[in-house]
């Protein structure tokens, strides 16, 4: 099993620019989740999503969107840059474990830069 | 809102001191988790704990839930390089779905 995979790794976008961070899973996992990572501030919940089809808003959902048209795939959309984007971002999955949703498993993460 | 505050951010020591990093809430949660976090890596789970009062030991870590279920330690005895790392403790609410992390603990060990 790969467990959770994040492409790209790196990426540098010129404000404005859109892109799209993909997730996958193959763990068969029912919740997934994205984060984004700054020094100083732990992880912060973007969006995430308790089931192929759904999303939710996180704590810091501005600026981005998501889309879960897959059980194993989730993507994270940046319509239009912005510096303050600069993170690094994970994804992460969670089973659904008699009624625990809180052991999640987090992919290696994607370094954006935005100029 | 930070609902989890770790203390220290920052830890600096040599090989072979102990040490303790503290996770605090006033918010109640339904289990509290402790990840490591090496760099250019997602962190990874160390232990989960659920009960109040609850104490699990993975080797040299000694891990505590507080008896009220908002706030947790982590205790490394004789602190080696492999240890260096960042620590991130995660509080869980019923039935969310949903982590809040705590701001990290950034721990450097010196041989």
């Known amino acids: 099993n790969a467990g959770v995979t994040q492409t790209p790794k790196f990426r540098v976008l010129k404000t404005g620019q859109s892109m799209t961070l993909l997730c996958a899973q193959d763990?068969?996992?029912?919740?997934m989740y994205w984060y984004r990572q700054d020094p100083g501030m732990g992880l912060r919940l973007i969006h995430y999503?308790?089931?192929?089809?759904?999303?939710a808003k996180g704590e810091v959902p501005d600026g981005y969107n998501v889309s879960r048209l897959k059980k194993q795939n989730f993507l994270l959309g940046l319509e239009s840059a912005a510096p303050s984007q600069t993170s690094v971002y994970f994804c992460?999955?969670?089973?659904?474990?008699?009624?625990?949703?809180?052991?999640?498993?987090f992919g290696p993460g994607t370094r954006l830069t935005v100029l | 809102t930070q609902l989890l505050e770790q203390s220290p951010q920052f830890l600096s020591i040599q090989e072979g001191e102990n040490l303790t990093v503290y996770c605090n809430s006033s918010?109640?949660?339904?289990?509290l988790q402790w990840y490591r976090q090496e760099p250019g890596e997602g962190p990874v789970l160390l232990v989960t704990?659920?009960?109040?009062?609850e104490v699990k030991k993975l080797k040299r870590l000694t891990f505590q839930f507080g008896d009220a279920r908002k706030d947790s330690s982590l205790h490394i005895t004789a602190a080696q390089p492999g240890d260096t790392g960042l620590y991130l403790c995660?509080?869980?609410?019923?039935?969310?779905?949903?982590?809040?992390f705590g701001q990290g603990t950034t721990l450097q060990v010196k041989p």
């Open positions: 995660a509080g869980a609410k019923s039935n969310t779905g949903k982590l809040i």
């Open positions: 992460a999955s969670s089973p659904w474990d008699r009624g625990r949703t809180d052991t999640q498993y």
């Open positions: 999503s308790v089931g192929e089809g759904t999303t």
């Open positions: 763990m068969n996992h029912e919740y």
């Open positions: 704990v659920v009960t109040g009062g």
């Open positions: 918010s109640v949660f339904s289990s």
